[in-house]
């Protein structure tokens, strides 16, 4: 998402299983900053990520990007249940 008065560069992101994402939305921030000349307001919303990643982003957050929300933070043994779970359920 992308707004030009006020300049706001956000991301909204269903699933992440890396911190990659935050990457991306560094990368449009950097060219937002390049257009506009000034700070743009930067927000993240991830509705559910992978712990190691979820960590990753909330260091890399709080140096970069002002507004960070993760709705849930899925541990890799439940992230196993869920994808086995849904494998039993379709066949």
Same mark, same amino acid.
């Given at each position: 998402?992308?707004?030009?008065?006020?300049?706001?560069? /956000?991301?909204?992101? /269903? @699933?992440?299983?890396?911190?990659?994402?935050?990457?991306?939305?560094?990368?449009?921030?950097?060219?937002?900053?390049?257009? @506009?000349?000034?700070?743009?307001?930067?927000?993240?919303?991830?509705?559910?990520?992978? /712990?190691?990643?979820?960590?990753?982003?909330?260091?890399?957050?709080?140096?970069?990007?002002?507004?960070?929300?993760?709705?849930?933070?899925?541990?890799?043994? @439940?992230?196993?249940?869920?994808?086995?779970?849904?494998?039993?359920?379709?066949?």
């Amino acid at each position: 998402m992308f707004l030009e008065d006020p300049l706001i560069v /956000s991301e909204v992101i /269903s @699933y992440v299983k890396s911190p990659d994402e935050i990457i991306k939305l560094l990368r449009k921030i950097e060219m937002a900053k390049a257009k @506009y000349s000034k700070e743009p307001r930067k927000f993240l919303v991830i509705l559910a990520a992978k /712990s190691d990643a979820a960590r990753e982003i909330k260091r890399i957050a709080k140096k970069k990007v002002t507004e960070l929300m993760i709705g849930k933070i899925i541990e890799f043994a @439940y992230l196993f249940f869920l994808i086995l779970l849904r494998r039993l359920k379709f066949e």
